[in-house]
């Protein structure tokens, strides 16, 4: 019994140091989330929700490189195999000569992009994903805060 009082003492103790609850501890939070404010210059999340925000304080632009393939008949997202990764995000489109508009087949992080299988459609040594397989546009567009 000793033990389990002691063990609880000290839970307790951490718990206070870390974890402070009540108005007390949302008083922390929100001073530290406007010191985030101030620092980013991005406004603090001020809407009262009944079951409080979900743990999402700031909802902020990320500054990602994107780079726009595009082809007529597109069948996989390509990248040469030598050739230096500068982009974060790679969008693989299709021009459409009968109604000269182009669309958006999906996209990829580098770092899939770059792991991906190695083919060589007669054009030399690419990394490619095919086109079924690519993340959807939607995703996308919500990550990058697309104005609509």
Known sequence: MLWTEAERRMRNRV??????????GQ??????EAAFQIASGYPMNLRRLPNGDGGIDFVVPLRFLISITGYREPRCLLHPKNKAFRCDIY?????????TIS????W???QKLAAAEIIDLGYGPNHAI??????????LFDRI???R
């Open 130 to 139: 095919e086109a079924g397989k690519l993340r959807k546009m939607p995703e």
């Open 108 to 110: 990829e992080y580098r």
């Open 91 to 99: 969008v693989l489109g299709q021009y459409i000569d009968e109604d």
């Open 103 to 106: 669309e958006f087949l999906g």
């Open 27 to 32: 008083f922390v939070g929100l001073t530290v």
């Open 145 to 147: 805060m697309h104005l």
């Open 15 to 24: 718990s206070q140091q870390h974890n402070i609850s009540g108005p007390q």
